[in-house]
């Protein structure tokens, strides 16, 4: 790999016809990557980037992983797509392991996380049609993320997305998270599920409470309405389990699995129950369902996860790096470090979490801030030891180099 050069020399030129060409969505650093390998991404200056964002949860095996360089290769000169009207091979092994590993009895595949959410939504309204005198509302939590279609906007609890696209599409109502009582009176008749995150991940990684999880279970076996478990960033070792799922022993009527399962590669899951085997022709579909190369990946990087237990290894890493995080908390004034496996949050002493972050990549180092006050890492489940104490290093050097927060800011 160190044989590699550069297509593209002048970063400046690229630069301006992104901002010429691409529809403008986000304020981006003045950087373009070019390279990942392992835990590093590189741009095109050649700088070299430690990576404790992971594509945001994604790229689990890490950058370029040869597993997904194979399978890639191998499927693309076998079968790229065969229609979603046909079986394939690939679509019916990778269904095969998923349900093995996971319980469930039937697998949806979609390309975004966002995409199984709303299918997860669609089987839940469907369950209420059918046996819920037509029953559609799902209860979600506020500061929850479901994603980003008109649907999953509404679904999401963000308030700041409240009045975005109106009008909002309708059926969704949201709770605080672990308060049951506010959960039992949002509950009425036209509910027919409940879906969480068990680690509200793009809202700052909370946890929800086993206790709560447990009554929330409970409610909805008692009122007839489903649970759906959103581990479209929990799932596929990122919390040190499997599924995240397995810290509480609460099962879900419906399970959605993205980011992490195709490891970069867009790819997402539907699981549901037998019970639940209730679209009819025509409910529901899609043009790339199953398509045989993220088929081929998806298969390829679950095989990985477990093959080499990235869950145990995810879960010593990330009690390591908290370990380290509670060394240096006095230090630096750190609190609320939290979070499961490589899923993990800490707050600053003030709101520098944008300015800590800039001034991490400008070292090389990648981190995302969620929210002003917040520090979110997520690196990839091969991480080791020593690459967390790289990134201490340069992040103690920033946090020695930040200003502490003055009255006025
Ligand atoms: C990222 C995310 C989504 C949306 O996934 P996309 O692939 O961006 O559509 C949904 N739910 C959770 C919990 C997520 O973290």
């Excluded at 990648?366 to 091969?382: E, G, K, Y």
Aim: proline share 4%.
């Amino acid at each position: 790999m160190n044989t590699y050069t550069s297509t593209h020399q002048d970063t400046a030129s690229l630069l301006e016809e992104a901002q010429r060409s691409l529809l403008f969505t986000a304020n981006r650093p003045d950087i373009v990557m070019e390279r990942g390998e392992g835990m590093y991404l590189w741009d095109t200056e050649g700088k070299k980037y430690l990576d404790f964002i992971g594509g945001w949860a994604v790229t689990c095996l890490g950058h370029s992983p040869v597993v997904i360089r194979d399978a890639l290769f191998n499927q693309a000169t076998t079968l790229v797509n065969a229609s979603p009207s046909y079986y394939n091979k690939r679509q019916i092994e990778f269904a095969s392991l998923l349900t093995r590993l996971s319980g469930y009895d039937r697998v949806y595949f979609a390309s975004t996380g966002a995409e199984a959410n709303e299918g997860a939504v669609k089987l839940a309204r469907k369950f209420g049609a059918k046996h819920r005198q037509g029953a559609f509302e799902v209860i979600t939590t506020i500061n929850g993320f479901h994603g980003r279609t008109l649907a999953m906007m509404a679904a999401t609890g963000k308030k700041h997305w409240e009045t975005l696209f109106a009008p909002k599409t309708p059926g969704f109502k949201h709770v605080p998270q672990n308060d049951i009582d506010a959960l039992l009176a949002a509950i009425g008749p036209d509910t027919c599920a409940v879906m969480l995150e068990l680690v509200q991940g793009e809202g700052g990684v909370h946890a929800v409470e086993t206790e709560y999880l447990k009554q929330v279970r409970k409610v909805c076996d008692e009122v007839g309405i489903l649970l759906i478990f959103d581990e479209i960033q929990t799932g596929l070792g990122r919390t040190g389990k499997l599924f995240a799922s397995e810290h509480y022993g609460v099962d879900a009527d419906i399970m959605t699995l993205g980011k992490g399962i195709g490891g970069g590669f867009p790819l997402s899951a539907v699981l549901t129950r037998e019970k639940l085997n209730l679209f009819e022709p025509g409910d529901q579909g899609g043009t790339y369902i199953g398509q045989p190369l993220g088929m081929a990946v998806g298969y390829a990087v679950v095989n990985e996860i477990v093959q080499h237990d990235l869950s145990g290894h995810a879960a010593r890493m990330g009690q390591y790096l908290v370990e380290r995080l509670h060394q240096m908390a006095d230090k630096y004034g750190l609190t609320r470090i939290r979070g499961k496996g490589l899923l993990l949050a800490f707050d600053l002493p003030g709101e520098q979490g944008a300015e800590v972050a800039a001034a991490c990549l400008a070292e090389g180092l990648l981190i995302n801030s969620p929210n002003p006050r917040s520090i979110r890492l997520m690196p990839a489940l091969i991480v080791t030891e020593a690459e967390i104490d790289t990134m201490l290093e340069t992040l103690e050097s920033v946090l020695d180099r930040t200003e502490a927060p003055s009255e006025g800011r």
